[in-house]
C-alpha cells in the first residue's frame, strides 16, 4: 500500500466517521490500526492486508452502518484499485467482530492479528473509556444498586444486563483469555489487571470507602 492510497484512505475515514460519538470513531479506527501493524511486525505478517483490514474493519459494522455485503470496504478498496487482497480483507473484517459464544478466531495470521487489536483497545484504560462513552451514547446507567460478580447467576445477570458497569462483565473482563496472539496475550495482561484495579476502586468509591 503506497502513502498516497493510505493518506487517500485515512481522509476518507475521517469524512466516514465524523459524526460517530459511540466509542467506534475515527480514533478507535487509528488505534486499532497502529496495534495491528505492531503486532503484525512482531508475528511477521503481511502488512499490507493487516493494515487494510484493521483500517477498514468497522466500516460495515451492523452497530454502525445498514450495508450489504460489506459495500463500504469494498468501495474504499474498488476507489484506490485494491483488487487482489480484496477478498482476504473483507473475510478478515467478517471474523473479527465479539459476538459472545459465537466468536471464532479468524483462519489466517493476518485475521486473528486484527481481531487482537480490535479487542485490545476494548480493555485497559482505553477500553473504561469507550464502556462510558458507549454506555452513556445508548441511555444506559452507569451501574445497579447491587454489585455484580464475575460467576454472576443467570438471575443476577438479568438484573445487571442494562448498566455499563455490567458491560465489564459480560464482556470486557473476558477478553484476555480470546486473545490469539503470544504478542497481544502480553499486551491484554497488562490491560486486564488495570481493569481489574479499577473496579476494585469503583466499588470501594461507591461503598463510600474511600
Not at 496495534?35 to 468497522?58: G, K, M, P, R, T
Not at 454502525?64 to 485494491?82: D, P, V
Not at 454506555?135 to 447467576?153: A, K, S, T, W
Not at 438479568?158 to 496472539?181: A, C, G, P, W
Request: net charge negative; aromatic share 10%; no cysteine.
Amino acid at each position: 500500500m503506497t502513502k498516497e492510497v493510505l493518506d487517500g484512505l485515512l481522509s476518507d475515514l475521517q469524512e466516514f466517521f465524523k459524526n460517530d460519538y459511540s466509542g467506534h470513531d475515527y480514533n478507535h479506527t487509528m488505534r486499532v490500526y497502529k496495534l495491528a501493524y505492531n503486532i503484525a511486525i512482531q508475528e511477521h505478517a503481511n502488512l499490507e492486508i493487516v493494515s487494510l483490514a484493521a483500517l477498514l474493519h468497522d466500516v460495515d459494522d451492523v452497530k454502525l452502518t445498514q450495508s450489504i455485503n460489506y459495500q463500504n470496504a469494498r468501495l474504499l478498496m474498488n476507489k484506490y484499485g485494491i483488487d487482489k487482497v480484496q477478498e482476504e480483507v473483507i473475510a478478515i473484517i467478517q471474523d473479527v467482530s465479539f459476538n459472545g459464544n459465537q466468536s471464532k478466531s479468524p483462519s489466517t495470521l493476518e485475521g486473528k492479528i486484527v481481531q487482537d487489536a480490535d479487542r485490545l483497545d476494548a480493555i485497559g484504560a482505553i477500553g473504561i473509556a469507550r464502556a462510558f462513552t458507549f454506555g452513556g451514547n445508548h441511555n444506559r446507567p452507569l451501574y445497579n444498586d447491587e454489585n455484580p460478580v464475575l460467576n454472576m447467576d443467570e438471575a443476577s445477570y438479568r438484573q445487571h444486563k442494562s448498566s455499563t458497569i455490567n458491560h465489564f462483565y459480560e464482556k470486557l473482563l473476558l477478553l484476555k483469555d480470546m486473545m490469539n496472539t503470544d504478542t497481544a496475550k502480553e499486551l491484554a495482561y497488562q490491560r486486564h489487571q488495570f481493569m481489574k484495579n479499577y473496579l476494585e476502586e469503583f466499588y470501594d468509591e461507591i461503598e463510600g470507602k474511600k
